[in-house]
């Protein structure tokens, strides 16, 4: 039943995503030319805050806890697991305050309205999977920036999504990178729950009435320890949590 009502409902809630999608480019070219960062940013939480309510009109949920007391004046890495482009949207939403930016293929920075836009200029990093020279550069950069600004990032160390839920090994290069420019970043995972099942059958017809969760873990210190021990530790406390 519930993929049965994908095939009404999809073309409603696709409809809706791309509306938003196609709302916000002028928008935030506006911002980001006339005002600055500070309005752009803004421009792209609310973006994001009308893509994650258009899963409800699947039926959807979106359940996103933070029980944790996180500084807001130090850097984080945000680290979760990663089940379907859907994880991103709450993301952005929720961990407004702390600036989290992301790591893309630059493959992303074209052609997709307000999304290419916000990678371009949004201050992530857009990284060549087939230059490595070029990905440690961009991350540098980017740790700089989180270092200059007290931002955040938000990084998938599975380095692709699953297709059913299954937590893979994390990698801890790209987290290495980041911690050797800002070594003053906080660790904190993030576990994901079940927002593969909205695409579990592709992009047509999308899953429906099916809750999904994202909830903020415990921060890891990792000041003085390796970044392997550190990594393995936030992907065990996630595999816990999703166990």
């Not at 009308?50 to 130090?74: A, E, H, I």
């Not at 997709?112 to 020279?133: T, V």
């Amino acid at each position: 039943m519930k993929k049965f009502l994908g095939y009404l409902l999809t073309p409603i809630a696709t409809g809706a995503f791309l509306l938003v999608l196609v709302i916000f480019q002028p928008i935030q070219w506006v911002c980001f030319r006339f005002l600055g960062y500070a309005a752009h940013k803004r421009a792209v939480d609310l973006l994001n805050l009308c893509l994650v309510s258009t899963v409800y009109l699947l039926g959807n949920s979106v359940t996103f806890t933070n029980k944790q007391d996180l500084p807001l004046g130090r850097p984080i890495i945000f680290l979760a697991n990663h089940q379907g482009l859907l994880d991103i949207p709450p993301l952005i939403w929720y961990l407004r305050k702390y600036h989290a930016k992301f790591i893309s293929k630059i493959e992303l920075t074209k052609g997709i309205p307000s999304i290419s836009y916000n990678l371009k200029h949004g201050g992530g990093a857009n990284i060549d999977r087939k230059d490595p020279r070029q990905s440690i550069t961009e991350l540098a950069k980017l740790a700089t920036r989180m270092k200059e600004n007290r931002w955040s990032t938000v990084i998938f160390p599975e380095g692709t999504r699953s297709t059913d839920g299954t937590v893979r090994t994390f990698q801890s290069a790209g987290i290495a990178t980041l911690l050797k420019k800002c070594p003053e970043a906080l660790l904190v995972p993030i576990a994901i729950r079940d927002s593969w099942k909205m695409i579990q059958y592709g992009n047509f017809p999308l899953n429906t009435f099916t809750p999904m969760y994202w909830e903020v873990l415990p921060p890891i210190e990792p000041t003085g320890r390796p970044v392997d021990e550190v990594v393995l530790e936030a992907e065990n406390m996630i595999r816990a949590k999703l166990g």
